[in-house]
């Protein structure tokens, strides 16, 4: 099961390609934030196979991380496959 994840914005790294870096549970990876009009480090995204799909308020996306947390083996899953990806 693949689930849209929430993250913060570290930091924008490559503004031509429309990547940055994004934080989740203490997992740093980069994605592409193409399909949103604009994002900024310490900004929250929702986060599906390498994109980030939408902005989250941090309340939105700190609730989101409690349930996914109580969700047990398929959040720790999801955040092994986070471990795993990279976008180059």
């Known amino acids: 099961?693949?689930?849209?994840?929430?993250?913060?914005?570290?930091?924008?790294?490559?503004?031509?390609?429309?990547?940055?870096?994004?934080?989740?549970?203490g997992v740093r990876r980069i994605v592409n934030v193409g399909l949103l009009d604009s994002v900024e480090p310490d900004e929250w995204v929702l986060i599906h196979v390498g994109f980030a799909l939408s902005k989250v308020?941090?309340?939105?996306?700190q609730s989101t991380l409690l349930l996914l947390?109580?969700?047990?083996?398929?959040?720790?899953q999801e955040l092994e496959d986070l471990k795993r990806s990279a976008i180059q």
Do not use: F, H, W
């Open 1 to 25: 099961m693949c689930l849209a994840i929430p993250g913060r914005v570290v930091e924008l790294v490559d503004g031509l390609s429309s990547l940055a870096e994004v934080e989740v549970a």
């Open 57 to 61: 308020d941090e309340a939105e996306a």
């Open 69 to 76: 947390k109580q969700m047990g083996e398929t959040y720790e």
